[in-house]
């Protein structure tokens, strides 16, 4: 019997879990995960650091990756489970520096994305973007950055922007929003829009929803206000991630 991973174990307000924390987030390659209502494919492969499409080739789901609250999603590709496995899952310890049961991701670093476009920088930065990856980004909130990407140390899988209460979160790029909801670990209220078929950008903590699910989005468009959901205070922690891995954001976006 595959062993099932408890969403009751991985939801929850702990800002430390995306930033601080190097177990949160692993990329999990065993068992399998029951879908609950709210969940989209997007939301689990986020949770479990994998790629959506990943996931949908290897459980017969086709684009537009519909998914239903009792399903079983497997996240063993080839069907199997370690036999060291846990049968259900608990909260990484934050005792160790790799999960036992989670191996390391089998991907390659990612390539530094080539930039086709200098901002102009009269420009104001609210209006500022470039072309990075045959997508055109612009920062989604004029903030101060207070916390930057790192994967050592005090490990962040993204940017931390301040911001007031109620100031407005822009899209980053055109998209499709993906999810938006309270459900993933850290996040609070966290929008996900899908860019193409390798960038995903997410937008964490936020105060209220503007969008939702299946909605179309332009770049520029208020999608959110910043808030403090799920953390200690009012930012944006912004992500992008590439084929399911998290990305620097800095250099997708227009220089200050």
């Not at 399903?71 to 259900?88: F, M, N, S, Y």
């Not at 916390?147 to 899988?157: D, L």
């Not at 996900?192 to 995903?200: D, F, G, K, Q, T």
Request: hydrophobic share 30%; proline share 7%.
């Amino acid at each position: 019997m595959l062993a099932t991973l408890s969403s009751a174990t991985l939801v929850g307000c702990n800002t430390a879990a995306i930033y601080g924390d190097r177990d949160y987030n692993p990329t999990v390659t065993w068992g399998r995960h029951v879908v609950e209502k709210g969940e989209t494919l997007y939301s689990i492969a986020w949770r479990y650091g994998r790629d959506y499409r990943e996931l949908g080739n290897a459980n017969g789901i086709a684009p537009p990756y519909t998914i239903h609250p009792g399903q079983v999603i497997r996240l063993d590709l080839e069907g199997k489970v370690p036999a060291d496995a846990p049968r259900t899952a608990s909260r990484p310890s934050r005792s160790s520096g790799t999960p036992a049961s989670s191996p390391a991701p089998s991907t390659k670093p990612e390539p530094a994305p080539t930039v086709t476009r200098k901002p102009d920088r009269n420009e104001d930065l609210s209006e500022q973007s470039q072309t990075v990856s045959d997508i055109n980004w612009r920062w989604p909130h004029v903030g101060t950055v207070i916390a930057k990407f790192s994967t050592s140390g005090k490990v962040n899988k993204g940017i931390d922007i301040a911001g007031n209460s109620g100031d407005l979160i822009r899209a980053a790029a055109d998209g499709s929003v993906v999810y938006a909801g309270n459900g993933l670990l850290g996040y609070g209220n966290l929008i996900i829009i899908n860019h193409n078929e390798h960038y995903l950008s997410a937008y964490a903590h936020n105060r209220r929803i503007l969008v939702a699910e299946g909605e179309n989005v332009k770049q520029g468009q208020t999608i959110a206000e910043l808030g403090s959901t799920g953390t200690d205070g009012n930012k944006l922690h912004f992500e992008i991630r590439r084929n399911g891995n998290p990305v620097d954001p800095l250099p997708y976006l227009p220089t200050r």
